[in-house]
């Protein structure tokens, strides 16, 4: 069965420093999510993707985070500079929304510890 | 706006326990209504969903109700695992804006 792929699975990271995470959705999934979940909390959508299109970053903090999905397939999120505050558990979900009624997949996981 | 409402946690339980995890929800029209389970340090799963009124949803020994009426979709299961131990997320659909709404999660501690 099709996964969606995160990678790093771990990261450890310095604040003041540059982190990326990359997703790869499952193929023919045009809806991308990036969504932030802290310990102990639910999920927090960080920002929306249609095709290559953002279609909600209105929770993402533009000033340190950036999302890309450049030719609508595989998506790359950053933050620059980490603080550390930014710990947690970033995942990444796909979907076919309109054939699957609403159903996300998602990914294993990015766990961030910024120290 | 649309939302959902969870049972808090956490749920501490025996094996072979009855389980039940209440969910209800707001919103406009008729949302699809999901539940997901997340064991620990994963990434979420859906267990289980109901498209319309009256569906029941099932998987591994879980089953939840689609209840207009009520709009509740309450998570059951009739015997529980120390494998079960995880939090469980009720979430319905956002109509077209294609966005889940989740609820808060219940984290469920089974003990042997």
């Known amino acids: 069965e099709a996964e969606v792929a995160q990678s790093p699975r771990y990261k450890i990271t310095e604040k003041s420093q540059a982190v990326a995470f990359w997703c790869d959705p499952i193929s023919g999934h045009a809806t991308l999510y990036w969504y932030r979940q802290i310990l102990g909390q639910g999920p927090e959508l960080l920002v929306q993707?249609?095709?290559?299109?953002?279609?909600?970053d209105s929770q993402l903090p533009k000033d340190r985070f950036s999302a890309e999905r450049l030719k609508g397939v595989d998506s790359t999120l950053k933050i620059q500079p980490a603080e550390l505050g930014d710990s947690a558990m970033y995942l990444c979900a796909s979907s076919l929304w309109e054939r699957k009624g609403g159903e996300l997949f998602f990914g294993e996981g990015s766990r961030l510890t910024v120290l | 706006g649309d939302s959902v409402t969870q049972m808090e946690g956490p749920v501490t339980l025996s094996e072979e326990a009855f389980l039940t995890i209440n969910c209800t929800y707001t919103?406009?029209?008729?949302?699809?209504l999901f539940w997901y389970v997340q064991y620990p340090g994963e990434g979420l799963q859906l267990l289980l969903k109901a498209t319309k009124a009256d569906d029941k949803g099932s998987n591994k020994g879980f089953e939840a109700t689609y209840r207009k009426e009520t709009t509740s979709f309450h998570l059951e299961k009739g015997s529980v695992q120390v494998s079960d131990s995880a939090v469980y997320f009720c979430a319905i659909n956002a109509g077209n804006n294609r966005k889940l709404i989740w609820g808060l999660g219940t984290s469920l501690a089974v003990n042997p």
């Open positions: 993707f249609q095709d290559e299109s953002v279609v909600d």
């Open positions: 919103a406009t029209g008729y949302p699809s």
